[in-house]
């Protein structure tokens, strides 16, 4: 079995970790940080904004099972990629909406793919996600990994992460693991 990487920043990844890790073919999800300036840096120090860090997740997945336009296309639908530096009430460069290509064909799907919503119309606003190339990426602190399901009760779980969770459920019923 082959692996291949995405990295996708989607807004705080409390919220997107769980969105992309009951999707079939996808091995494992790890929170992070990716695109800024200081090295190692920590949940408080992306916090503040400074660090130029993108809150993001690592998806390791089968491209045989779940292709990379698939996943982007769920990553478009589990956020808001038309509003910059920010989703929902959670403001600053951290949350922006960013694709940190890994290669050149993940380059090219992602930006056939903004096109592609961009002239489907599909938001009032243009889609403003970056489209990079890979940096370092930093995992989190242990205690964001996998944070939702660990925590399904905390109140910013339930009302930020459960209805993306549910969403992409029912959009996608066929690629949720059973």
């Not at 705080?12 to 790890?30: A, D, N, R």
């Not at 491209?63 to 600053?92: C, K, M, W, Y």
């Not at 961009?118 to 890979?134: F, H, Y």
């Not at 660990?150 to 459960?162: F, K, L, S, T």
Request: hydrophobic share 40%.
């Amino acid at each position: 079995m082959s692996e291949s990487v995405a990295i996708l920043a989607g807004g705080c990844f409390w919220c997107i970790e769980p969105v992309f890790s009951q999707l079939v073919g996808v091995k494992l999800v790890v929170s992070g940080y990716i695109g800024g300036h200081t090295l190692n840096p920590t949940y408080k120090e992306i916090c503040t904004g400074t660090t130029g860090h993108a809150e993001a997740i690592k998806v390791v997945f089968d491209p045989a099972q779940i292709s990379f336009d698939e996943l982007l296309e769920i990553f478009f639908v589990a956020h808001d990629p038309t509003t910059p530096n920010r989703q929902g009430n959670d403001i600053g460069t951290q949350y922006r909406s960013a694709i940190f290509c890994q290669d050149a064909e993940q380059r090219v799907s992602a930006q056939n793919m903004i096109a592609r919503l961009n002239a489907e119309k599909l938001w009032p606003l243009p889609i403003v996600t970056q489209v990079s190339s890979t940096a370092t990426f930093y995992p989190a602190e242990d205690y964001h990994q996998y944070y939702y399901a660990n925590n399904p009760n905390q109140p910013y779980c339930m009302a930020v992460a459960a209805p993306k969770v549910a969403k992409i459920r029912a959009k996608f019923s066929g690629k949720i693991k059973s």
